[in-house]
């Protein structure tokens, strides 16, 4: 079975300074994992996704994550943090053998930056 | 942004009544999901469809139906909603993988959300 854990509800960093937004997954096979922001109101929209090579993938508005098989995470990190970072984020994964392109998504982080 | 529009985006209703939400997606694209999210819980897929009058449930299905007449078209029915149905429901596609492909790995595109209250 797949399930994704997001071991914090709440992540609160300064403004300038580098943030992580944890996520560790299990699937049966081997992963394709995914990151989503979601702001106010808004819809889920897609920021990076590791399939295969690299383990450092880098995605939009400068954030990048790194896939860790040996530790089944997939952190999301951005060297300086901006205020307009603060939304809610949504680590997903899903099964390589899986034709049907379902994600299962985590509960969520809350990123707050302050000015 | 994908071409998703889902209406209505915010309904009140009360319980017992029938509610249905569409997705209506302008892409072309074959699969179609409805999620729900919940404080704690993140997304949950209720249904999902992977082509004209083709559909499967998720995790979350009971007390839920989904219709899919038209590619363009999935529509999400509560037959008699209850108080625990009030969420905020999404609506999502995924692009068809290449010609010669064998698996999708593309990555899911979601609607602006309905917003359903149960009274």
């Known amino acids: 079975a797949q399930s994704v854990a997001q071991p914090e509800d709440q992540v609160n960093v300064a403004e300038g300074n580098p943030l992580t937004v944890k996520c560790t997954y299990s699937v049966s096979g081997n992963p394709y994992l995914f990151w989503y922001v979601q702001y106010p109101n808004r819809g889920l929209q897609f920021l990076l996704k590791?399939?295969?090579?690299?383990?450092l993938v880098k995605g939009s508005y400068g954030f990048e994550a790194e896939f860790n098989k040996s530790q089944t995470s997939f952190h999301l990190k951005k060297p300086s943090a901006l205020v307009s970072d603060s939304a809610l984020y949504f680590c997903a994964v899903r099964d390589r053998g899986s034709t049907l392109g379902r994600l299962y998504f985590g509960r969520g982080t809350q990123l707050t930056v302050w000015p | 942004d994908a071409g998703i529009t889902q209406s209505p985006r915010h309904k009140v209703t009360e319980t017992g009544t029938p509610v249905t939400l569409r997705c209506h997606q302008t892409e072309n694209h074959r699969y179609m999901y409805w999620y729900r999210q919940d404080p704690g819980h993140g997304l949950r897929l209720i249904h999902y469809?992977?082509?004209?009058?083709?559909?499967d449930k998720g995790e979350v299905s009971d007390g839920y139906s989904v219709s899919r007449s038209k590619t363009e078209d999935f529509l999400l029915t509560l037959e008699s909603a209850t108080s625990s149905q009030t969420s905020v429901y999404f609506c999502a596609i995924s692009e068809d993988y290449p010609s010669g492909q064998q698996y999708n790995t593309g990555e899911l595109f979601f609607g602006e959300g309905s917003r359903l209250t149960v009274l």
């Open positions: 469809s992977y082509g004209v009058k083709d559909t």
């Open positions: 590791y399939i295969t090579g690299d383990n």
